[in-house]
């Protein structure tokens, strides 16, 4: 692929991705600082809110991270070794069915190039795009009614591998941020599994490890000590009590949303999240 074919591509999430931020960027570009040298997103997901600010702010270093590894490891693979990952994908394209997509789905791999494509395919042609394990760490969503999924889009992973060059990506908890970024310099973006609005909307993980009320405190805690540094700190989470008290001591912002996920169609809608800024 030539280089004007790859600049034709703008670079945005090649993954799809429950709670990603791609429909809620334009309301959150008011809010984005707008000087920082160095940004961090420890809770990486489709990355939206970074394939946005590479193209909309001047150049800076990125520092990526998530706890989940095998999310860590496509994004690595895809920065690396983007040509090897697309000759994966091209096949799981050519071969995909119902009985492929379950005899993929229960295979483990040693080889990071076939780890990365087997979680490309899973995302593109599971249902709703979700990325759910269950307690033993296996991929468990069922398959999506798609009629012909995009499995290998070769011109974005391209033009995405261009962008994460220069980035470091690393399987991190989100704790780790204060190791790092340490004043007015470092821009740290969190979004977080949301905290549940009822008992029935308890998805607050997308891997084996649940992230939990106390998680969410903890979380505050490190909101607000990098917030004394001086760190422009910005989180999104779900329009809550429980959240807005967390935050009082800080900038609450209220964003639209829609709600893509429910079991029930009639329940899917617009909805209110919350955007928590430190500056």
């Not at 799809?16 to 931020?21: D, H, L, R, S, V």
């Not at 760490?137 to 261009?162: A, M, Q, T, W």
């Not at 649940?210 to 505050?220: C, M, N, V, W």
């Amino acid at each position: 692929m030539t280089q004007q074919a790859i600049s034709t591509v703008s670079p945005r999430p090649f993954l799809k991705w429950a709670g990603g931020k791609s429909q809620l960027i334009e309301q959150y570009q008011a809010y984005f600082p707008q000087q920082f040298q160095r940004y961090y997103e420890p809770f990486l997901g489709g990355g939206a809110v970074f394939f946005f600010l590479s193209q909309a702010r001047s150049p800076f270093t990125a520092y990526l991270s998530d706890i989940n590894t095998e999310l860590v490891n496509v994004y690595q693979i895809v920065r690396d070794r983007a040509d090897d990952l697309i000759a994966v994908l091209e096949k799981h394209q050519t071969n995909h069915s119902k009985d492929y997509y379950y005899e993929l789905r229960s295979r483990k791999f040693r080889d990071p190039v076939k780890k990365a494509a087997r979680i490309i395919y899973l995302n593109r042609t599971c249902f709703n795009g979700l990325y759910r394990e269950n307690s033993k760490g296996e991929f468990n969503v069922p398959i999506g009614r798609y009629k012909n999924p995009k499995i290998c889009d070769r011109h974005l992973l391209k033009c995405v591998s261009e962008i994460l060059r220069s980035t470091q990506i690393d399987p991190n908890p989100f704790n780790s941020v204060l190791e790092s970024a340490t004043n007015s310099e470092d821009f740290v973006y969190f979004d977080p599994p949301y905290y549940p609005l009822n008992a029935t909307s308890r998805f607050t993980g997308y891997s084996r490890y649940s992230f939990s009320e106390r998680d969410q405190i903890e979380l505050k805690e490190v909101f607000a000590e990098l917030g004394d540094r001086g760190v422009k700190v910005m989180l999104s989470n779900s329009d809550c009590s429980f959240i807005r008290e967390l935050y009082s001591d800080f900038k609450i912002h209220t964003v639209n949303a829609n709600r893509a996920i429910n079991s029930k169609g009639n329940k899917r809608g617009k909805i209110n999240e919350v955007l928590v800024t430190s500056y």
